[in-house]
């Protein structure tokens, strides 16, 4: 293993992705050997480059066997973002750059940013592609699944390590994940490293804020937007100015939020953000199925979208007229009870009633999409009433986040060893309730296999892809807070009908 090669051909992957300009190589290079402990370098001639995680894996390779770094997930991670971190230009010069190509069009810089984020290899692209995509037709169209296989498993040594306590550290800088301190940060055991991460300031009605790619993007041009400050995740009129305000500048995108509760929340609710990208979810396309006429604003229109969510859909040539809207349906939410339809707006004190925001542009028009939320719980269902039910706990059982909510089902990685061995026993007429990994799924198995007169090794995984994608859809109706029956329809029409005629 010829580290001065290696050395080489990470240099030139470098000149070529625009990462190292030409002035730079020599400088770059003695950033190299010190970081690998070599003193001197002989170049020589590589006459092409790989794809970035080969080189850093042979890198990786060579400082194993030199002694001087561990051989576990954690340590490789950390190490191979120190390497990036060496390529990667300054702040000021993705910055700079991002400007030159925005000045060009919005959709050229986010393109820069993308590549470059890919370049650097903050956005892992070899682990990305491990992950199973697919689209199955629903009753709501099409919807997008993936069993998320990209983010690595722990290693058991770390594991231990983490346990007893070694190499960790505790510490409130960066305050989170989503921080802006973390770019150029070198992490630790229990914080990933960022010396590869650039994020690009932006303003959204009026306040500071900063884009960002997603390390594992689940969609095309995964962006994260989130808030200069550490301040936490609140649903209001300013949420709804700042979504439309992004999509105005960048009205290629979609932006939205998650909500502001647990159990319908997101995983961060610590750090204001919100998420976006370049991918037309099965949401975008979702019809109106009721229209509304909005009392007290006429220039809106609005209307009940066929979607297993119960979402409102408003649209306007106005920004202004469609945040005065939305925040007036989000006042009366808050402190909307029914409880002949099981909503009530708290209990004991703790609210239970908020929305998740997602907002576009259509055309020459701003849209935004206001998907009604509850987080109550029972006994019968401790995890939330409008909440993944327990039959389907085997497919999915996390909270239906904003991504979700969009029709792009991100399914546990387990799923993949179960889904094979179910297909499996099926097909060797196996009872399905004597294997570990197929006995969560033999009742839904069953239900479904009726269906099906030939099941064969040529169609079994796409017809096991399609009831996934089936339960999924069923998973959003039971986070619906107004079911798609006549009885839930009626229930839906008395709160619209509070600011509607």
């Known amino acids: 293993m010829n580290i001065n090669n290696l050395i080489t051909e990470l240099v030139n992957y470098g000149i070529d992705k625009g990462l190292v300009d030409k002035a730079d190589v020599i400088y770059v290079t003695n950033r190299l050997l010190e970081l690998f402990q070599l003193n001197s370098y002989k170049k020589e001639d590589v006459p092409a480059y790989r794809e970035v995680h080969l080189i850093l894996k042979d890198m990786l390779d060579y400082a194993v066997e030199k002694g001087f770094l561990e051989d576990t997930i954690t340590n490789r991670d950390l190490f191979d973002t120190k390497i990036m971190g060496i390529l990667t230009p300054a702040p000021s010069v ?31 692209n070899d682990r990305i592609i491990k992950d199973e995509k697919w689209t199955s037709d629903t009753e709501f169209g099409l919807m997008d699944i993936t069993i998320n296989l990209s983010k690595p498993e722990k290693d058991p040594r770390d594991i231990a390590k983490a346990a007893k306590g070694i190499n960790t550290e505790k510490s409130d800088y960066p305050a989170c994940l989503l921080c802006h301190e973390n770019e150029g940060y070198a992490g630790h055991f229990s914080h990933p490293a960022r010396q590869n991460h650039r994020i690009i300031p932006i303003t959204l009605a009026g306040e500071s804020y900063y884009l960002q790619y997603s390390p594992y993007v689940y969609y095309n041009e995964h962006c994260i ?17 700042k979504l439309l305000d992004f999509v105005r500048q960048f009205p290629h995108y979609t932006a939205g939020s998650n909500a502001d509760l647990p159990i319908v929340g997101g995983s961060i609710l610590t750090h204001d953000h919100f998420q976006g990208g370049g991918y037309e979810f099965a949401m975008v396309r979702a019809p109106y199925e009721t229209e509304l006429k909005l009392k007290d604003y006429p220039d809106v229109h609005a209307g009940i ?17 469609l945040v005065n809207a ?9 402190s909307y009870t029914d409880e002949e339809a099981f909503i009530l707006a708290e209990t004991d004190g703790t609210p239970h009633n908020t929305i998740t925001p997602i907002a576009r542009m259509r055309g020459n028009l701003y849209e935004i999409d206001l998907v009604l939320r509850n987080n109550i719980t029972t006994e019968e269902f401790p995890l939330g009433v409008y909440h993944p039910h327990q039959k389907y706990h ?30 499996d026993a099926i097909l060797a007429g196996k009872d399905l309730r004597a294997d570990e990994q197929t006995a969560p799924h033999a009742d839904w198995a069953e ?8 099941l064969t090794a040529d169609n079994i995984h796409k017809i ?18 107004y079911k798609r029956t006549d009885e839930g329809r009626t229930a839906f029409k008395r709160f619209t009908d509070l600011f509607a005629e």
Do not use: C
Not at 447 to 454: A, G, L, P, S, T
């Open 326 to 334: 939305s925040d007036r349906i989000l006042s009366l939410w808050r």
């Open 94 to 124: 993705i910055r700079s750059e991002f400007k030159k190509h925005y000045d060009i069009s919005p959709q050229d810089a986010t393109k820069y940013y993308y590549d470059f984020s890919r370049a650097t290899n903050y956005i892992r």
């Open 464 to 481: 096991v892809q399609d009831e996934i994608a089936d339960v999924f859809s069923h998973v959003l109706e039971d986070a619906g807070v």
């Open 225 to 241: 937007i989130f808030n200069e400050k550490h301040t936490p995740m609140k649903i209001d009129r300013a949420a709804f100015a």
């Open 394 to 423: 085997h497919i999915k059982r996390e909270n239906i986040g904003l991504i979700e909510v969009m029709g792009l089902a991100v399914l546990p990685a387990r799923l993949k060893k179960e889904m094979a061995a179910l297909e």
């Open 305 to 321: 979208i066929k979607w297993p969510l119960s979402t409102i859909r408003l649209q306007a040539k106005n920004i202004d007229d």
């Open 447 to 454: 239900e479904w296999i009726k269906k099906y007169n030939n």
